[in-house]
């Protein structure tokens, strides 16, 4: 008659009986005789074991990954975690191994799978070190740029292209679950340090109020000189000097016909007291 017990949580089950206990029976074995294409081989195995240890041991005289097995017993595919006894397997019981295509072809593609996350996860740690390494030095060229300080062109540059290549690394990497998860973290972490650098290099190209170039400040000052001398051209022609006379229109003919006879009448007076040259000819 077997006996129960109750285990932690309530859980019931039969009682365990102790190893030291003399009255426990040995566990009997069985050989159980597998054939597996043209080879036949005798496994002697303890009659309570299960079909998944009978796999596990056959793995090691065949070769075969335990999950690619198919044991059929009494024309009956059985499971892992069936029974030997409970199955009826006796001793010299035949059972027939068979290959399962569709259980490799899982295992394979689960293999494939667990290799991609690994090495996916491999890629994001390696690309994670060196964005920590570069991440340094962007926070420390953020915060020159921030104190007011000029940051080197060429360090500015160099850094963005090292972050670039980075990120195109993170962009190659196929990830699954927390892999994946990592590499979109880095991505945009590397995208703000990025733009971070980018403004450092817009505000190194702007002008600063106390470094003009005397170019800037020739178009500055520029402007300013053209409207003092509008102003000075303004000024000169509203002055009194440069106003024009008004013309005066008379219509008195009289009075200018005896100012124009009395100007001939000078020149005729003075004409005819000028002393004559005399001229001597030579004849021929």
């Known amino acids: 008659m077997k006996e129960w017990e109750v285990r932690p949580g309530g859980l019931l089950v039969q009682k365990r009986v102790p190893e030291a206990d003399p009255s426990a029976a040995p566990v009997p074995t069985v050989c159980v005789k597998v054939k ?50 409970t199955a009826g397997v006796k001793d010299k019981s035949k059972v027939v191994l068979v290959e399962d295509p569709v259980a490799q072809a899982k295992r394979l593609l689960e293999m494939r799978k667990s290799d991609m996350v690994e090495r996916a996860a491999r890629s994001v740690s390696a690309v994670t070190l060196q964005v920590d390494r570069l991440a340094a030095k962007a926070s420390a060229l953020e915060a020159i740029a921030n104190r007011g300080g000029r940051v080197a062109e060429n360090d500015v540059t160099d850094l963005i292209d090292s972050l670039m290549n980075e990120l195109i690394k993170l962009d190659a990497v196929v990830a699954d679950g927390d892999a994946k998860l990592q590499r979109r973290m880095q991505m945009k972490r590397v995208q703000k340090h990025v733009e971070a650098l980018d403004a450092i290099k817009i505000k190194n190209s702007l002008p600063r109020a106390n470094g003009q170039s005397s170019r800037q400040q020739h178009h500055r000052i520029q402007p300013q000189r053209q409207e003092q001398m509008q102003q ?37 007076t003075a004409a005819s007291s000028a002393p004559r040259a005399s001229l001597d000819w030579e004849l021929f």
Not at 53 to 74: F, I, Q
Not at 237 to 246: C, D, E, I, M, S
């Open 36 to 85: 597996h294409g043209d080879a036949n081989h005798e496994i002697r195995i303890g009659s309570q074991a299960t079909f998944g240890e009978l796999k596990k041991v056959l793995s090691a005289r065949t070769g075969l990954h335990p999950s690619d097995m198919k044991l059929v017993y009494r024309d009956k595919a059985r499971e892992s975690n069936e029974f030997l006894d």
């Open 232 to 268: 000075k051209r303004d000024s000169q022609q509203t002055h009194p000097r440069f106003l024009q006379q008004p013309a005066v229109v008379t219509k008195n003919w009289e009075t200018f016909d005896s100012l124009v006879a009395q100007s001939t009448s000078a020149t005729t």
